[in-house]
């Protein structure tokens, strides 16, 4: 099965870019969705397909994919982004949706 | 607005069952696949199982695949999680989300309930 692999932390200063990456094998040819999960809260979508923001996604959020790594790129980073980060592709040969392991984002 | 209200969760036995639900609201449900998604308390996210809109296509993660079983009321606009043989590692809150696209299954989920808790414990 297809595994997800992400940093369990990443900690940045404010105003400072935090990357968040996320290791699959060959996951440039997979969409890859970035969810972000704040304490007691349901995940809530920052980037799909990559790169694309929802609306209400601050401009802040980009993303990144190539090769064996996507990343999600915040910056000005401020405490608010506080928060848990999932990778999340479809496996199209099981059809199974997989998440990484979660990056939890510290604000120094 | 898009509300999804998941319940039916609480303390379960080891080797009972539980029927988990979700109420959908704000959207033509029977366009939509959806799907289940668990989060131990403290731990990362992971996929249960998801079924297409009109219930043709189902999958289901290796750990929970032959115990658990996803299905659907498009009349009542309603979606269910049938966990059987319970067992500790199934303790964790269940998320039920929306895919963002009508009509196909391998979408990213836009919209998430809350959750309800699954406690599974003798």
């Known amino acids: 099965s297809y595994v997800l692999t992400q940093p369990p932390s990443v900690s940045v200063a404010p105003g400072q870019t935090a990357r968040v990456s996320c290791g699959g094998n060959?996951?440039?040819?997979?969409?890859v969705h970035w969810y972000q999960q704040k304490p007691g809260q349901a995940p809530v979508l920052v980037l799909h397909?990559?790169?694309d923001r929802p609306s209400g996604i601050p401009e802040r959020f980009s993303g990144s994919n190539s090769g064996n790594t996507a990343t999600l790129t915040i910056s000005r980073v401020e405490a608010g982004d506080e928060a848990d980060y999932y990778c999340?592709?479809?496996?199209?040969?099981?059809?199974?949706?997989?998440f990484g392991g979660g990056t939890k984002l510290t604000v120094l | 607005e898009v509300r999804l209200v998941e319940s039916g969760g609480g303390l379960g036995q080891p080797g009972r069952s539980l029927r988990l639900s979700c109420a959908a609201s704000?959207?033509?449900?029977?366009?939509?696949?959806m799907h289940w998604v668990r989060q131990v308390p403290g731990k990362g996210l992971e996929w249960v199982a998801g079924?297409?809109?009109?219930?043709?296509?189902?999958a289901y993660a290796d750990s929970v695949k032959g115990r658990f079983t996803v299905s659907r009321d498009n009349a009542k606009n309603s979606l269910f999680l049938q966990v059987n043989s319970l067992r500790a590692e199934d303790t964790a809150l269940y998320y039920c989300?929306?895919?963002?696209?009508?009509?196909?299954?391998?979408?990213?989920?836009?919209?998430w309930g809350q959750g309800t808790l699954v406690t599974v414990s003798s």
């Open positions: 989300a929306k895919v963002r696209y009508p009509s196909t299954t391998s979408s990213y989920f836009d919209y």
């Open positions: 704000g959207f033509t449900f029977d366009e939509y696949a």
């Open positions: 079924i297409s809109w009109d219930s043709g296509t189902i």
């Open positions: 060959n996951i440039e040819t997979k969409s």
């Open positions: 397909d990559d790169s």
């Open positions: 999340h592709v479809w496996d199209r040969s099981n059809d199974h949706r997989v």
